[in-house]
């Protein structure tokens, strides 16, 4: 790597940026974020992305004449960070409540509504009729043990599994007929792996206080803590990645798309050799130096602030390089993902006969997707653009723990997007209990997120507690996105706008 940094030197210009100037990085909604905060911070700003569409996972496709979310189709309100966002957009009117009807879980014995009343699947009521009906006598017995059990039983170890702590407590039936499928159709993860702190913080500290985990549960949803409640957006998530580029457009950040960066570090030209009107200001930091190409077209920019906002892999694999004490920190890539939309003419389907969708547990045999949301159902601003009879159905593919390779072999043979749109109309029907043919079918889309989930596995927070710390050591180095602060658009928003503030408050005190 240093003979492409002697290189990349050799071929670009001998100038120093004005101490003011920041490039950010990665074009998702957490690149954009820091771009428009450090130029309301007083910055001239830069933003590179690599691919051709700005958004990253809350991204937008058109099936069947209808622009639709191609990713992230709404957000948790445990704190009010992307509604503070959308405010500022000028989008505050367009927030927008999913039908109160609530989801239904598929278990091996059939579907049943999702009880409304929990966090990750963890029931806060035992005596609620659906979590009866999802567990059986025997296992709101066994949950209810969960009241009896001293405060201490899952709460001293220094981290626990979200699947330790609801089989300490509750059981093996609410972990596999609850928090499993849950687990999978929000996170992509296996119960087993996921840090309990990391997607419901508070929640052992709950336990601790309030006695047991369905009264910390309850406690939790009071406060509008994680999974209590989501919100969307009137005219799609999408809406809140256009707002954002069009005000950094308007602000005069500098916009480049389609611009893939091939290597970030510091300048150590010899001070001596930089022409006196060129010379950065004595005693700052030196500045970064970002190498990017587009096309045939190759360049190269110097900032006093650089911001890596894209997934941890291309992060930790820009700067290693460059500072080899981040390599211990690559993480393992995400699970691989693909989301097939259909939109279909299925007038039975007005009934919305499984409510806002369906989570599917781990092991149902016969069904290859692990949650269908019927879109047009859940929001009813989209119910009234498609029309009555019309219906957008997503389901998703892909779990944490299978092979990528395995993933997507959902066929006997290697599948093309025909045989899991195939796939996909079958699971459909079976799911909602409607048959759901390709006669049907309007439209379809298969849009692929490869390892761009970040796994918030047991140890995960320690771990980016630590990088954070090494890169705290680093002049003008911010770190941000989802593989950083965490699964969801209120962790990404309120985690991006924190590291951007203190790197602001730190290029001050230069």
Known sequence: METRKTAAKAHRPLEHPAPNRAV????????????????????????YEASGMWGGCVGSHEVAGTVLDSGAESFATRNTAVADLAEELGLAERIVQPNPAGAWVWLPDGPVPLPRTGILGIPSDLNAPEVRAALGASGVLRA?????????????EKVSSVAELVRLRMGKRVLERLVAPVVAGVHSADP???????????LRA?????????????????????????????????????????ALARAGVGMHLGHRVRAVYRDDTDPEQVPEDKKYDGGAPAPWIVDWEHGTDRGFAAAQLLVLATDGPTAVGLLAPELPELEPFMPAPGPDIRLVTLVVDVPELDSAPRGTGILV????????????????????????????????LRLSYGRAGVKPADAVRLTPATPREDDLVATALADASALLGIAVTEADLLGSDIVRWRGSLPFAAVGHQAKMAQLQAVAATVPGLVLAGGWMSGNGLAAVVSGTRRAVRAAVDSARRV
């Open 24 to 47: 950010v990085v990665g074009g998702g909604i957490s690149g954009l974020l820091a771009a428009r905060d450090l130029q309301a911070a007083g910055f001239h700003v830069d933003i």
């Open 206 to 246: 709950g336990i601790r206080e309030h006695g047991s985990l369905a009264a910390a549960v309850a406690a939790l949803r009071a406060t509008g803590q994680p999974g209590s409640a989501v919100a969307g957006l009137s005219g799609g998530m999408h809406t809140l990645v256009t707002a954002l580029v069009d």
């Open 144 to 156: 209810s043990v969960d009241a009896r059990l001293p405060a201490t039983v899952g709460t001293t």
């Open 192 to 202: 087993e792996k996921l840090d309990v702190d990391a997607v419901a913080p508070g």
């Open 361 to 392: 547990a781990p092991g149902v045999p016969g069904i290859k997707a692990k949650a269908l949301t019927h879109a047009t159902a859940k929001w009813e601003w989209l119910a009234d653009d498609t029309g009555p009879g019309t219906h957008v």
